[in-house]
């Protein structure tokens, strides 16, 4: 049963710095890219960061030169480090895995950007 906890949200000001942590379990991790989604008050969830399961990224044009998308295949784990944190950052972010056709969500973590 594939299982993926987010951790490392909270309130920070802007120009901050947060690192968002996802734990995943029940399945290949190593083998499968994994993502960062986020989702802000009244909008569509939108993919934010990827990384590859041969760790190649990619990032939305407003994350990049500010995010870094990282993983540790031995424990499984992705993380999310975000500089420069803005208003606009300020959102649910989950943790993803598309499995077999099948897309896999963590509960979510919120990150507030405000002073």
């Known amino acids: 049963q594939v299982k993926l906890v987010e951790s490392g949200g909270g309130l920070v000001q802007p120009g901050g710095s947060l690192r968002l942590s996802c734990a995943a379990s029940?399945?290949?991790?190593?083998?499968?890219?994994m993502n960062w989604y986020r989702q802000a008050p009244g909008k569509e969830r939108e993919l934010v960061a990827r990384?590859?399961?041969?760790?190649?990224?990619y990032y939305t044009d407003s994350a990049k030169g500010r995010f870094t998308i990282s993983r540790d295949d031995a424990k499984h784990i992705v993380n999310l480090q975000m500089n420069s944190l803005k208003p606009e950052d300020t959102a649910v972010y989950y943790c993803?895995?598309?499995?077999?056709?099948?897309?896999?969500w963590g509960q979510g973590t919120r990150v507030t950007v405000s002073s």
């Open positions: 029940g399945f290949a991790f190593s083998i499968y890219d």
């Open positions: 990384i590859k399961s041969g760790d190649d990224t």
């Open positions: 993803n895995v598309r499995r077999l056709g099948v897309m896999h």
